[in-house]
């Protein structure tokens, strides 16, 4: 395994594992913000829609993406029967993120709209592999 495999395998987990943490912050904006709330309270995309479903499927959303990431990180590392699946993972994984980003918008989050956008061009136009 070279250094570019680790690396971008690591990059994949850390990437996912980002997901769950914002889950799991309260937005700092927002008094007395209870966790989850950096998504879930309002969704432009979806407007009139209440919490009561806008939080399961941002929840959802976010445990879908978390593990898709982390298994693909887990792929590019070398962990069998992951290995050779690792690309629709991360694709799959990007997908996921990009409605979960797209449905719950935060400016603050343009950066994982950016790496999502990125893992795509890398995986499906550029057809990009790190593994040997």
Same mark, same amino acid.
């Given at each position: 395994?070279?250094?570019?495999?680790? $690396?971008?395998?690591?990059?994949? $987990?850390?990437?996912g594992?980002v997901h769950?943490?914002l889950a799991?912050?309260p937005? *700092?904006? $927002? *008094?007395?913000?209870?966790? &989850?709330?950096?998504?879930?309270?309002?969704s432009? /995309?979806?407007p009139?829609? +209440?919490? =009561?479903?806008?939080? *399961? #499927?941002?929840?959802?959303?976010?445990?879908? =993406?978390? &593990?898709?990431f982390?298994?693909?990180g887990?792929?590019?590392?070398? #962990?069998p +029967?992951l290995?050779?699946?690792?690309s629709g /993972?991360?694709?799959? +994984?990007?997908?996921?993120?990009?409605?979960?980003?797209?449905?719950?918008?935060h400016?603050?989050?343009?950066?994982?709209l950016?790496?999502?956008?990125?893992?795509l061009?890398?995986?499906?136009?550029?057809?990009?592999?790190p593994?040997n």
């Amino acid at each position: 395994m070279d250094f570019v495999q680790t $690396i971008f395998g690591i990059f994949l $987990i850390a990437h996912g594992l980002v997901h769950a943490i914002l889950a799991a912050a309260p937005r *700092p904006d $927002i *008094p007395d913000a209870k966790p &989850l709330t950096f998504w879930t309270r309002q969704s432009k /995309l979806l407007p009139g829609v +209440g919490e =009561s479903i806008t939080r *399961p #499927v941002a929840m959802v959303l976010w445990v879908v =993406s978390t &593990l898709l990431f982390v298994a693909a990180g887990l792929g590019v590392l070398g #962990v069998p +029967g992951l290995r050779d699946i690792w690309s629709g /993972l991360t694709a799959a +994984g990007a997908i996921t993120s990009l409605l979960l980003l797209l449905l719950f918008w935060h400016r603050w989050l343009i950066v994982g709209l950016l790496i999502d956008l990125g893992l795509l061009l890398l995986i499906v136009v550029f057809n990009w592999t790190p593994v040997n």
